[in-house]
């Protein structure tokens, strides 16, 4: 089965490194300022021509309070009117950008992400939505995957309602942990009642789907009182999970220099809580899809990882990975055929340059052959847990062997620890492996050995 997983723990200790989680390749490490405004209308005509359809991401950075680990782009204010400036050049920017497209290309797939998108009143997101809905051709049908990421204490029954009404039929909602005194050490107070109540609204309002995040490796968690956390919310039956690892790089993210890393659980203590909420899930029939997701056997990621049609972008596993991806607002991200591009990171800078009537776009990268190689062998080994070398050879017009020849000896060394199992035509990640399919990806990294491995977070 896809969703069989062995525990090895000597095998864990062995490849558990830091390194990409892959939602991209070249990962956004590789982005340099060379690229700009020129490259992404260029990229966009590109895409009207070829009528591609549309996968949309809006991120909306502000938050009411601050959570310790937290490393999103974010704005954390208690001025609700920050808001409306931001909208201002928001939909500038979706003006902008939507006058190179083609009214035919379809939105398949729409995303707001924060921050807290919620922190927009209810005015502010029939505004924005009724401007997203005015330049892009958004369905009215209700067939389109539509989500946003919900915090509990920011929605009740009526925002659920307002959005199920704008479009939306997907939501995210950030857990964490439900333990108090993880929640005192993280800043992030939120109930249980809180968030059974979001997911009560969303079922009852036909939502198609509902996602829960928790976080293992946070301040005072034990794998104890982490595993009452997991049996909680496979109680609130979500069709979707992501567990995440704590990654403690305060030196990068300020926020983080408040959590007392004397709190923090052993690396021991970190695996048994992803060891035992591994059994806690596949016991109540969730499946492992990889990299942290879980799902339902039922749920679309499921479905698509057996027929070998998931793909993986910057929103994570994905079904619509062939849509262009085109990201809007502070720091968002597109992928665009070959480009990847990044809007400003600063709030300031992003809507200054909107009011002068500019794209924000400050750095990205566009894709050679060898890049376009690699990310096409990576994608199949992190969504398919396998790859076939005739499907790349006929693609690519390579001899595969003969192109990583140079890596054979490092597959070999996986091969004989028994994560993968390497023939003369493919190779399949195996049941052990597959915790640790991101150090089976880091062997196709060709940027890998040039990074500073602190940027990244640890395999497990």
């Avoid at 950075?61 to 999103?72: D, G, S, T, V």
């Avoid at 062997?401 to 490092?410: K, R």
């Avoid at 091969?415 to 492996?433: F, K």
Wanted: aromatic share 8%; net charge negative.
């Amino acid at each position: 089965m896809l969703d069989a997983i062995r525990w090895d723990t000597d095998l864990i200790r062995r490849y558990d490194l830091a390194g990409p989680r892959y939602t991209s390749y070249p990962t956004a490490v590789q982005f340099n300022s060379q690229v700009g405004t020129f490259d992404l209308f260029h990229a966009l005509r590109d895409s009207r021509k070829a009528l591609r359809p549309l996968s949309l991401y809006v991120h909306v950075p502000f938050c009411a309070n601050i959570c310790y680990y937290c490393a999103c782009n974010k704005v954390i204010t208690k001025d609700r009117g920050r808001a409306q400036p931001y909208l201002q050049r928001l939909e500038q920017e979706i003006q902008l950008i939507a006058c190179h497209l083609e009214p035919a290309q379809k939105v398949e797939q729409l995303h707001f992400g924060g921050g807290t998108p919620t922190f927009l009143s209810h005015d502010e997101l029939r505004q924005l939505m009724a401007h997203l809905r005015k330049h892009f051709n958004l369905l009215d049908d209700d067939s389109g995957d539509y989500g946003i990421e919900i915090d509990p204490r920011e929605a009740d029954w009526s925002t659920m309602g307002l959005l199920r009404e704008l479009g939306f039929n997907r939501v995210s909602i950030g857990l964490q942990d439900l333990d108090p005194a993880v929640q005192r050490a993280v800043n992030r107070l939120q109930s249980l009642e809180e968030t059974r109540a979001v997911i009560d609204a969303a079922r009852t309002l036909q939502f198609r789907s509902i996602n829960i995040d928790l976080i293992y490796g946070l301040p005072k968690q034990t794998p104890e009182n982490f595993a009452r956390t997991v049996e909680e919310v496979i109680s609130l039956q979500p069709d979707r999970l992501s567990v995440f690892n704590y990654a403690h790089l305060p030196e990068r993210f300020m926020p983080q220099r408040r959590i007392n890393s004397h709190e923090l659980p052993s690396p021991a203590q970190k695996l048994e809580m992803l060891q035992r909420t591994i059994e806690q899930l596949t016991a109540a029939g969730y499946r492992y899809i990889g990299m942290d997701h879980f799902a339902l056997p039922d749920d679309e990621l499921a479905i698509a990882q057996e027929e070998q049609t998931l793909q993986r972008n910057f929103q994570g596993y994905t079904t619509h990975g062939h849509c262009d991806l085109i990201g809007l607002g502070v720091s968002a991200i597109s992928q665009i055929g070959d480009l990847y591009c990044q809007n400003n990171s600063d709030l300031n800078q992003y809507q200054n340059t909107l009011a002068a009537a500019q794209l924000a776009t400050s750095r990205g990268l566009v894709c050679n052959a060898d890049d376009r190689l690699r990310r096409a062998v990576i994608q199949q080994l992190i969504c398919n847990f396998s790859l076939e070398f005739a499907e790349i050879e006929q693609a690519f017009n390579i001899d595969f062997q003969g192109y990583f020849g140079a890596l054979w000896p490092q597959l070999q060394g996986m091969a004989n620890d028994g994560l993968i199992n390497l023939e003369r035509e493919r190779i399949e990640v195996l049941p052990t492996g597959r915790l640790l399919v991101r150090s089976v990806c880091m062997v196709f990294d060709a940027y890998l050995e040039q990074q500073n491995r602190q940027r990244f977070s640890r395999v497990i």
